[in-house]
């Protein structure tokens, strides 16, 4: 990466734990979300045991991040937080510097400065917005006040505060995106995520689209509003390191995405979690994902200590490999790392689709890297898609 943030996040380890459930689920969401259902004690419990059975396969190497994701763990009880932010240090012990992160749904702010004080170092906030009409319209149970006030008290209980933001409902125009988006990157975070609104099949937001109402906006409003981003994010002191993620500085970047996006090795527990893991095996890289519902991950724990049930457990081709290397890493604005990608996968892409993807502006390369034009970045899985072998 360029600058002074944290290099080569390809080799570090990450912890990824996801607390499955919402106070209410949001009419657009598709993550694996449930209404708390009385046992998130045995939840716990399971996640700390399902930690344990993980440490024995990695062995003994440092976590570079540990993330708390959802879902909504800002839900998780501050002295929960603690005991798996102990368990962890026990069992890998922490890289110089870890990132300790914890997406927070702004309707539990009163607990933010406990959250804080148990050693989560950077709080990712859902606001959305900071209009009370496009609040109402997404389902979120807070309105613009309360998103300010929950952005001032994550600021003064953590050292790093990302706010989320979701644009391109349907009838936002350029300026009202524009004014929203300003107040995110004037609120003092230090990084802000601004996701265009996705149409997720199965979701209440789906169900009424297929029914004809429409929800988000067309596709030339989309690139309008996503130029619009770029620029003030830009003319704000906020350049893009990612499609949607935006830091003031290289050290304001997320730790935890970025081993994602890299193809780094992490591990996933918690009902659903998705994990990599490629230098601590012997062959090639492991996906894996947990049972999806929490009674069944619960189960699955207390039968085999692991929260990956059977067929759960996939060993990637080096072809999968890389079409997942591909897609991640193109949309870091460093861009993707070919030689990296030949070493890591022993493949290389399609060198024809790469030439044609830069003589038409889509795509730039210096050196080994392969980076996403301006241009390229509106169309980033069609681009990804010409350069697969
Ligand atoms: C898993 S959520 C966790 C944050 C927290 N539960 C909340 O909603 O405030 C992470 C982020 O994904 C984004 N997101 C979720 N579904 C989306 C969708 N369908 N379209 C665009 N962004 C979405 C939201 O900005 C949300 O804050
Ligand atoms: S957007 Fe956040 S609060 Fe809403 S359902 Fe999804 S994870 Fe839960």
Known sequence: MTGTGPSRLGDALGLYLHWPYCARICPYCDFNVYRPKGNDEALLAAILTDMSDWRART???????????????????????????ETAERLWGFAPGIEIGLEANPADQARFAAIGSVGVGRLSLGVQSFDDTVLAALGRDHDAARARGAVDAALSAFSRVSVDMIYAQTGQTVEAWTRELGE??????????????????????????????????????????????????????FPAYEISNHARSPADQSVHNRIYWEGGDWIGVGPGAHGRLGRST???????????????????????????????????????????????????TDGLDLGHLRV???????????DRMVKDG????????????AQGRLLADRVTREVLP
């Open 282 to 332: 012997m062959d090639g890289r492991i996906a894996t994902t947990a049972c999806r519902r929490p009674a069944d991950y619960i189960a699955a724990v207390s039968r085999s200590g692991s929260g990956v049930g059977d067929g759960q457990l996939e060993r990637l081709t080096p072809d999968d490999d890389l079409v997942e290397r591909a897609f991640l890493g193109l949309r870091v």
């Open 184 to 237: 995110a990157l004037a609120s003092g975070a230090s990084h802000v995520s601004a996701y265009q609104l996705t149409i997720e099949p199965g979701t209440a937001f789906g169900k009424r689209t297929e029914r004809g109402e429409t929800l988000a906006v067309d596709g030339d409003s989309a690139a309008d509003l996503y130029e619009a981003t770029q620029a003030l994010c830009v003319s704000r002191g």
């Open 362 to 373: 889509f795509l730039h390369r210096a050196d080994s890297r392969l980076q996403l034009t």
């Open 344 to 354: 890591t996968t022993g493949r290389s892409l399609n060198g024809d689709g790469i």
């Open 59 to 85: 062995g003994d190497r440092p976590l570079a991040s540990l993330h708390f994701g959802g879902g909504t763990p800002s839900l998780m009880k501050p002295d929960w937080i603690a005991r798996v932010i």
